[in-house]
């Protein structure tokens, strides 16, 4: 399957603003960055822009921003990080309004090849989160163009993801996608339509309502879908098992039932977990060590919480 879309290397970036939406939603612990798979994955499309002489803006969220704008969750310590990867000073907008006068100014001071990385765009609230016009433009307003990067975020209606692509079309600018997005696209692309036997799909994620289609989809393609996470439970309990104070959907029980039996149709194995990982109570502060004890899924306490999958599932 060839990519239906236009990439990086389908424009000129010379002395142009570029505004790179990028997926640096990195997990931190008292300010330190402690897994930087994500900014490393974003280097090859920030290079090759600045290789161009483009004027490389980068923009992202990180968390999920519940209590309004806070030093917790500023993106400063990623643009340290990305400062010492590539070699040479990123120019962090720390202003909590992230496209203000202070982002303004640093990319009107922008020379070819300079490097901006605006504050976390969920400071923006329910204008990044429910794609809000206001904030869409003022983003469209830094830059000629636009890339989109950040393949764990493509999927949301989000003004820094979708919004500012409209402005930008407007005002004659290009919309393509960077190295990481092309890499996803093409992967999934093939792995979906032309996939190397047997193929085995594995799901987890929280809800069942976020897949429903997906469950349904996969079955149809893939040889095995192995299912686990938190979703996990809501089949287990379809299945008739107790799975005491575990996250379940209610409402999506009988869609579980279903779904067994489309796979039985089919002819295609659903696992599910055989065994579970359970706490009594979830650890305050969450990264406090807890008690965890394994159970079989054919008896779980009813007074448990079921995390993730045990290790007989995953052996």
Excluded: W
Excluded at 145 to 154: E, N, T
Excluded at 195 to 204: D, K, S, T
Excluded at 244 to 271: F, N, P, Q, R
Excluded at 282 to 305: C, G, H, K, L, S
């Amino acid at each position: 399957m060839g990519l239906n879309k236009k990439s990086v290397d389908d424009i000129n970036a010379k002395g142009k603003r570029v505004l790179v939406r990028c997926d640096f939603n990195v997990p931190l612990k008292n300010g330190e960055i402690t897994d930087d798979t994500r900014i490393v994955a974003a280097l090859p499309t920030i290079k090759k822009l600045i290789g161009d002489g483009g004027k490389v803006i980068l923009c992202s969220h990180l968390g999920k921003v519940k209590n309004g704008p806070n030093e917790g969750e500023s993106l400063a310590p990623v643009a340290k990080r990305l400062s010492e990867k590539l070699g040479k000073e990123v120019t962090f907008v720390a202003d909590y309004n992230v496209t203000g006068e202070a982002a303004t100014k640093a990319v009107e001071n922008m020379k070819e090849g300079d490097v901006v990385l605006l504050q976390n765009t969920r400071f923006r609230g329910a204008e990044e989160t429910k794609n809000g016009e206001e904030f869409s433009k003022e983003l469209a307003d830094l830059a000629d163009l636009y890339v989109c990067d950040a393949f764990g975020s493509s999927h949301r209606a989000h003004a820094s993801v979708a919004g500012v692509t409209k402005f930008i079309t407007a005002k004659g600018g290009q919309n393509v996608v960077g190295y990481l997005m092309e890499k996803e696209i093409n992967f999934l692309g093939k792995a979906v339509e032309d996939p190397v036997r047997p193929f085995v799909a594995i799901l987890g994620g929280a809800k069942v309502a976020d897949k429903l289609n997906v469950i349904s989809n996969l079955l149809e393609k893939c040889d095995t879908l192995i299912i686990g996470g938190g979703m996990a439970y809501t089949f287990l309990k379809a299945q008739g098992y107790e799975i005491g104070k575990s996250l379940v959907d209610d409402t999506k029980i009988d869609y579980c039932k279903e779904m067994m039996e489309k796979a039985e149709k089919l002819g295609k194995k659903l696992l599910l977990p055989v065994d579970s990982v359970t706490i009594a109570d979830f650890p305050n502060p969450i990264d406090a060590p807890v008690e965890v004890q394994v159970y079989d899924v054919t008896n779980m306490p009813a007074d448990r919480e079921g995390c993730d999958i045990g290790p007989k599932t995953a052996a």
